[in-house]
């Protein structure tokens, strides 16, 4: 199969994906979609295949499926109390990538770049973010929590208006991954990540430790050679020649050693 006939079938199924994500298709013209990507991407390995003509059928899909008319809005119940509306989120998205909100980013890890097939946190505007990485692209909004509490997750979402990062368009999805893949670990969104944890669970406390381990290494504790213990991290920095934590940093740590402290809730 030659390159470009193969390209331009691979942006034909994620054209057909994400349009039908944003409602802009409906499931029959995807599916009509789909087996006609599946019989051409079976033509191309023809060894008597025309490229030419290929191309130009592949090229055609798109445009007819969307000159149809568009799937009519589904009736949606009233959106539950406390949870927040996937155009809350698209809007926010936008805002960051408008520049008019700063996303920062959450450690671990200490830089965007780093994360694989698992979930980012950004805070922006007070809104906290969790961001599904696949594949070195951004793949969905796991879940978001807003300024005032209100909350949602990925499948609430994605059954109402649909997935937010779903819902931008292709340029503006491009334009998130670029931005995020900038992003190196914030120490104060980490801070208030970590003023918000839990510790009632084992994977809970181990998430706590590792977060209040990246923010010591974000303060200036980072170890020599290799990772060490919260513990020895906040000895190199009360006598070490790093970066001192202040009676501010101090309290908060004493805040977070409490919450570890703690014997965890007895299993019903």
């Keep these: 199969m030659r390159a470009a006939t193969a390209a331009a079938l691979l942006r034909l199924h994620r054209g057909l994906d994400a349009e039908w994500r944003r409602r802009r298709i409906s499931d029959e013209a995807y599916r009509f979609g789909t087996r006609r990507a599946r019989d051409l991407y079976q033509a191309a390995r023809s060894p008597v295949r025309d490229d030419d003509a290929l191309l130009t ?18 009736e949606l119940p009233p959106l539950p109390a406390g949870q927040v509306a996937v155009g809350e989120v698209v809007a926010l998205l936008r805002r960051i990538l408008a520049g008019s909100a700063e996303p920062a980013m959450v450690a671990p890890p200490l830089a965007w770049k780093q994360l694989y097939h698992s979930v980012g946190e950004l805070r922006a ?6 961001l599904f990485v696949r594949d070195g692209g951004l793949s969905y909004c796991q879940g978001v929590v807003a300024p005032d509490g209100r909350r949602a997750e990925h499948e609430e979402m994605d059954g109402r208006e649909g997935e937010p990062v779903g819902l931008l368009e292709d340029d503006e999805q491009e334009r998130l991954c670029a931005l995020v893949d900038r992003l190196d670990a914030d120490p104060d969104a980490t801070r208030e990540a970590l003023r918000g944890a839990r510790a009632d669970t084992p994977l ?27 513990e020895e991290q906040l000895e ?10 202040g009676a501010v940093d101090l309290e908060f740590l004493w805040e977070v050693e409490e919450i570890l402290a703690r014997t965890p809730p007895a299993k019903p």
Excluded: V, Y
Aim: aromatic share 4%; hydrophobic share 45%.
């Design 236 to 245: 190199r920095l009360r006598t070490g020649d790093a970066r001192r934590l």
């Design 57 to 74: 059928e592949i090229g055609q899909i798109m445009p007819a499926l969307l000159a149809l008319p568009r799937p009519p809005s589904p």
């Design 204 to 230: 809970e406390r181990e998430m706590l430790r590792a977060r209040l381990s990246a923010w010591l290494a974000l303060m200036g504790a980072s170890a020599e050679g290799g990772r060490c213990r919260p």
């Design 125 to 130: 505007d007070g809104w906290l973010l969790r």
